[in-house]
């Protein structure tokens, strides 16, 4: 026999090498960690809480209460207890100003087969008026019930809110976006996922690299300012509400546009199979949409 492996029994002669002679904690993936630590921080407020939280790789969970009081939950999850101790947790208080920052020193990486083997959830309450500022290296984000400023991030998780309301700012590298009845302006973004939001709209700019984007526009809906949304390669829907107004500039590079129970006054152009310009309404600030290869579907809410 050959000493020599082929291409393919090589992956797995390398696996059972790590399995063998590596170290003797050995985990497939961040869910399966054997350690489960929790640290509870509390903070008192006397008015509007400003948050900044922030984790290396973990989910976010934002709920609220009537307590005048932000708490934070951390999961330290480690597949040994040593290693969720080297899970540095950072928090100060400001008067509302509040900031908990939990981080992993570079030299506390621990990686099996590719995944990281520790991470950090946060789980936090606070009042429903609140500005919340939450980033996830690798993780989702959940929040539901916050009126403020709302700014959400993840390098590579999904995002999903719930009544929310104020000035939202959403963004994942790579995961889906789901907004559900939410109120104020609008900016979300996803590098790759879909986007699908929904409620009382003023401004909005929404953006898919690579996937579906749908914004259902209730009634009391308007063009504070102009409306964008784009997506290089999926379809796009948008739903509005009777008494919607604006200048619709709607355009795709390679599919078509399907209107249902939408006029459009003001035509400037041709309209094109694939290109649509108009009044909505009684007009307003311009609603562009576009997509690089997708239908655009518009239709009455």
């Known amino acids: 026999m050959s000493s020599l492996l082929s291409a393919r029994s090589f992956p797995a002669a390398v696996a059972l090498a790590v399995l063998v002679t590596g170290p003797a904690c050995v985990v497939i993936g961040a869910d399966q960690a ?3 630590e929790t640290v509870d921080k509390h903070f008192a407020v006397t008015g509007k809480p400003d948050v900044t939280l922030s984790t290396f790789d973990g989910a976010i969970e934002v709920r609220t209460s009537d ?6 939950t ?3 999850r480690a597949f040994t207890k040593e290693a969720a101790s ?3 947790v950072h928090a100060e208080q400001n008067g509302n100003h ?4 939990v981080r992993l020193p570079k030299s506390a990486h621990v990686f099996a087969f590719g995944f990281s083997s520790t991470s950090a959830k946060l789980i936090v309450t606070l009042p429903p008026a609140a500005d919340v500022h939450a980033t996830s290296g690798d993780g ?3 929040i539901e019930r916050v009126n403020g400023v709302l700014d959400l991030r993840s390098g590579d998780g999904s995002i999903h809110g719930r009544d929310l309301a104020g000035t939202m700012t959403v963004h994942t590298g790579d995961g889906s976006i789901r ?6 302006s609008l900016d979300a973004d996803t590098g790759d996922g879909s986007v699908n939001a929904e409620g009382t709209l003023k401004s909005v700019r929404v953006r898919s690299g690579d996937g579906s984007v749908t914004v259902k526009a209730a009634a009391g809906s308007t063009t504070d300012d102009d409306w964008t949304i784009t997506t290089g390669d999926g379809s796009v829907t948008l739903e509005i509400p009777d008494a919607f107004g604006g200048e619709l500039d709607a ?3 390679d599919g078509h546009i399907t209107m249902h129970d939408v006029t459009l006054s003001n035509v400037s152009g041709q309209i094109a199979r694939n290109t649509v310009r108009g009044r909505l309404g009684g007009g307003g600030h311009t609603v562009r949409v576009r997509t690089g290869d997708g239908s655009i579907t518009l239709r009455r809410e």
């Open 67 to 72: 307590r005048p009081e932000v708490s934070v």
């Open 74 to 76: 951390i999961e330290k």
């Open 34 to 36: 054997r350690v489960v």
């Open 140 to 142: 989702s984000i959940d």
């Open 251 to 253: 355009h795709t590079g």
């Open 98 to 101: 509040i900031v908990v920052d």
């Open 86 to 88: 080297r899970i540095d």
């Open 179 to 184: 907004l559900e009845r939410v109120n104020g």
